[in-house]
């Protein structure tokens, strides 16, 4: 006899880990700058130089790059930019974690606040938050087939398994040169800069990866002239490119998440030498999981007339796809200017981020609250203080369908701005439009009793003696065919071929005929 076993190759949490920091500077401006009257906005963007693993711990390194724009002291009233970095070492405790490990590490600023000091002092705090996690690869194993042996009877249960099929990360260069308009003039200086990633797209194709989407570039800059007459240019890069995957196929199921990893605006002169041109260098990064979805029938039970099988059973856990969903909601509101800020003249720019505050596993799906963080650059009617900010929270709740959600499911949410916009009501109100996308992957995770060996003994035919050759049987409430063989030493084959049956199983109070299988025992 020979058990013929299935392999699945999967992919769990090995650990998870989160960390908040603080990190905290007093900036000085710098002797070429003048002093400072006021904030009007900020940023920051964290870049991990360096990330080690070790043996329980993950240990990452980088800098907050955090950019100002701020209004200068005295009767003219410019604006500046600052830009500092704030370097940190955290390390992360993850119980398990080896050198070699695939660690997945993300970050984010969950708060960055800025205030003047004095007009040379700058105080910079923020609050990010990191998280890690390691995931390992491992093989499950199921018993499928048993070939070698006569009169056996099998009991199979169909799963339909995730096979981890890629797991990887990988990146995406967008470069593009942007011109100034022919209205507008020279570039003398970048004052503030912005570059937002929106609806990116990824398909598969065999042995490839198809990218699509699209980048929101957004330049203030002072202009050459004499007075350095403040202007600004918005682009919309769109972007399209293939990744090589070699492992990839067109059918397969992914989960996929696109960041943007690195942006770079830098002023170069066009064909004529003039400061006309801002190149765009992006990194995207991509982290991969493709999965092939196999359909198995493992065996449950086995059982022979001749022998007396006993199955050796393991607990093995494997994941199921339940739901892979695509989703837009859109959110609107009206933003009012507080007093204390100066009336609005003209919107310059906007942009905003999409932050989840709760997920909630409800019968019908996964039921999410947050809210898109918006920011809105505008020239101000009050001289004294050209530009101001206007921020806000524009709230959102989506209801994501996955039917058949329980504690036992894991999923991952990407959540991505796709559409932002902002109208001037009037000169204390705007109005923003948003839409969000809602990439949602689930699955449920199984705990199943696989079969690992079967242990073959000679039956104790005393014992079978005492049973009767042939009995009528009066079909209860729950039985099956397979119970009943097994209770009376045939085979459901025979159960079938003995009392004429054409369905698979037999009805509720129905009368069989069964018969002892083994001549030995009759």
């Given at each position: 006899m020979?058990?013929l076993?299935?392999n699945i190759?999967?992919?769990?949490?090995?650990?998870?880990?989160m960390?908040?920091v603080?990190?905290?500077e007093?900036?000085?401006?710098?002797?070429s700058?003048p002093?400072?009257?006021?904030?009007i906005?900020?940023?920051?963007?964290?870049?991990?130089e360096?990330?080690?693993i070790l043996e329980?711990q993950?240990?990452?390194s980088g800098y907050?790059?955090?950019?100002?724009l701020?209004l200068?002291?005295?009767?003219?009233?410019q604006v500046?930019?600052?830009?500092?970095?704030?370097p940190?070492t955290?390390?992360?405790n993850?119980?398990?974690?080896?050198?070699?490990d695939?660690?997945?590490?993300k970050w984010e600023?969950e708060d960055i606040?800025v205030?003047?000091?004095?007009s040379?002092k700058?105080s910079?705090?923020?609050?990010v938050?990191f998280?890690?996690?390691v995931?390992e690869l491992?093989?499950?194993?199921?018993?499928?087939?048993v070939q070698?042996?006569k009169e056996?009877s099998?009991?199979?249960?169909?799963?339909h398994p995730?096979?981890?099929?890629v797991?990887?990360?990988?990146?995406?260069r967008?470069?593009?040169?942007?011109?100034v308009?022919s209205n507008?003039p020279n570039?003398?200086?970048?004052?503030?800069?912005?570059?937002?990633?929106?609806?990116s797209?990824v398909?598969?194709?065999d042995?490839?990866?198809?990218?699509?989407?699209?980048?929101f570039?957004?330049?203030?800059y002072a202009?050459d002239?004499?007075?350095g007459?403040?202007q600004w240019?918005?682009?919309?890069v769109?972007?399209?490119?293939?990744?090589e995957?070699?492992?990839c196929?067109?059918?397969?199921?992914s989960?996929i998440?696109?960041t943007?990893?690195?942006s770079?605006?830098?002023v170069?002169?066009?064909y004529?030498?003039e400061e006309r041109v801002v190149q765009?260098?992006a990194?995207?990064?991509?982290d991969?999981?493709?999965y092939?979805?196999d359909?198995v029938?493992?065996?449950?039970?086995?059982?022979?007339?001749?022998?007396?099988l006993i199955?050796?059973m393991?607990?093995e856990?494997?994941?199921?796809l339940?739901m892979?969903?695509y989703a837009?909601?859109r959110a609107?509101d009206?933003?009012?200017?507080?007093?204390?800020?100066?009336?609005?003249?003209?919107?310059c720019?906007?942009?905003?981020?999409?932050?989840?505050d709760?997920i909630?596993?409800t019968d019908?799906g996964?039921h999410i609250?947050?809210a898109v963080e918006v920011s809105?650059?505008y020239i101000?009617a009050?001289?004294?203080?050209p530009f101001a900010?206007?921020e806000g929270?524009i709230p959102?709740s989506?209801l994501?369908?996955a039917e058949?959600?329980?504690?036992?499911?894991?999923?991952r949410?990407h959540?991505?701005?796709e559409?932002?916009?902002a109208?001037m009501?009037?000169?204390e109100e705007?109005?923003i439009?948003?839409?969000i996308s809602?990439?949602?992957?689930?699955?449920?995770?199984h705990?199943?009793?696989?079969?690992?060996?079967?242990e073959?003994k000679?039956?104790?035919?005393?014992k079978?003696?005492e049973k009767?050759?042939i009995?009528?049987y009066?079909?209860?409430p729950g039985d099956?065919?397979?119970?009943?063989a097994?209770?009376?030493?045939?085979?459901?084959e025979r159960?079938?071929?003995?009392n004429?049956?054409t369905d698979?199983e037999?009805?509720e109070?129905?009368k069989?005929?069964?018969?002892?299988?083994?001549?030995?025992?009759?």
């Open positions: 020979e058990i076993k299935k190759r999967m992919s769990r949490q090995k650990s998870q880990a960390n908040q603080t990190l905290e007093d900036m000085n401006v710098p002797d700058r002093d400072a009257s006021g904030v906005q900020h940023s920051g963007k964290i870049k991990v360096d990330s080690k329980n993950i240990m990452a907050l790059e955090v950019q100002i701020y200068s002291d005295g009767e003219e009233h500046h930019r600052l830009v500092t970095r704030l940190f955290e390390k992360l993850l119980e398990g974690a080896e050198p070699g695939n660690i997945s590490l600023i606040r205030h003047l000091i004095n040379r700058i910079i705090q923020a609050l938050t998280e890690a996690s995931e491992y093989d499950t194993q199921a018993a499928v087939e070698g042996m056996l099998v009991k199979t249960k169909e799963l995730l096979s981890m099929a797991q990887k990360k990988d990146i995406f967008v470069k593009e040169e942007i011109s308009a507008k570039i003398g200086e970048i004052l503030w800069d912005s570059v937002q990633l929106r609806a797209d398909k598969l194709n042995g490839m990866l198809d990218i699509r989407g699209e980048l570039v957004f330049v203030l202009a002239d004499e007075s007459t403040k240019l918005e682009a919309v769109p972007f399209q490119g293939q990744l995957c070699g492992s196929k067109a059918g397969m199921i989960d998440e696109v943007l990893a690195e770079n605006l830098e170069r002169p066009d004529d030498g765009l260098d990194v995207l990064e991509l991969i999981r493709l092939d979805e359909t029938s493992i065996l449950e039970d086995v059982y022979s007339p001749s022998k007396e199955p050796v393991g607990e856990i494997y994941e199921s339940l892979r969903n837009k909601c609107s009206r933003l009012r200017i507080p007093e204390a800020k100066p009336r609005l003249l003209q919107i720019h906007s942009q905003g981020e999409v932050k989840v709760e909630t596993k019908q996964i609250e947050g809105v650059l101000t009050d001289d004294s203080r900010l206007l929270m959102f989506h994501m369908e058949g959600m329980t504690d036992e499911c894991r999923f949410l959540p991505q701005l559409q932002l916009s109208s009501i009037d000169s705007v109005e439009k948003c839409s809602l990439n949602l992957f689930a699955v449920v995770v705990h199943q009793n696989c079969m690992l060996d079967i073959e000679e039956l104790d035919l005393k079978l003696q009767p050759g009995v009528c009066i079909v209860q099956s065919l397979w119970n009943i097994k209770t009376y030493y045939t085979t459901p159960i079938r071929s003995m004429g049956l698979e037999a009805k109070g129905q069989l005929i069964l018969v002892k299988t083994n001549p030995a025992i009759l």
